[in-house]
Each structure stands twice: as structure tokens, then as C-alpha cells.
């Protein structure tokens, strides 16, 4: 399969972080460090980074997350065009979602 990922997010060291551990079919797995969100939960939009194995910079992108009821619906961009769409649910104070890239 190809296309496709997982990504888990927990919040950071202060309002408005998350951290983020991902997996992807194509690309490996790494972590991420998401700045943006004015909100103690989940929803909002972020800048964020996110690194390889290594430690080293894979990409930026705009993500943006939305409470939709009991799920989260989620989108990376990047230059303001969505490339990746997902979905999550948060279980225990972390935010675990599935996505597919565009």
C-alpha cells in the first residue's frame, strides 16, 4: 500500500504545541512538532515540522485540525494546497489519526 500513513499527536511543553510520532508507507516514520494552536485541545491550525528517523527536517506544512463531534478531521498543506486528508480520535490525551495523501 502506498499513499497512506498514521500519525499520533500528544500535547507539548506549553499551549498551543503538539508533538507527534508518525508512520508513513512510503516515507519511513519520524516525529513532528506542530506551533500554532491558541487552544488547550486539539482544534486548530499549526505549523508543523516534521523530521525523519534521523532527526532530520523532512518538510513544513499547514495542518489543520477540526472536532467534528466524536472524531477529528484533519488536512495538511503546503504553499495552500491540501495535500494529505485524515481522520482521528482522541483516547487518553493523545489525538491518534489515519491519513492518504492526495
Known sequence: MSNIGSVQYSKGNSVGELKAVWIHADYGHGTGLAIGGQSTKFDGKYEIKYFDSNGSLLTVLDLEIIKNEQRYDLSWSKNGVVIS?????ENFDILSAGFYDL
Open 85 to 89: 486528508i485524515g481522520i482521528g480520535v
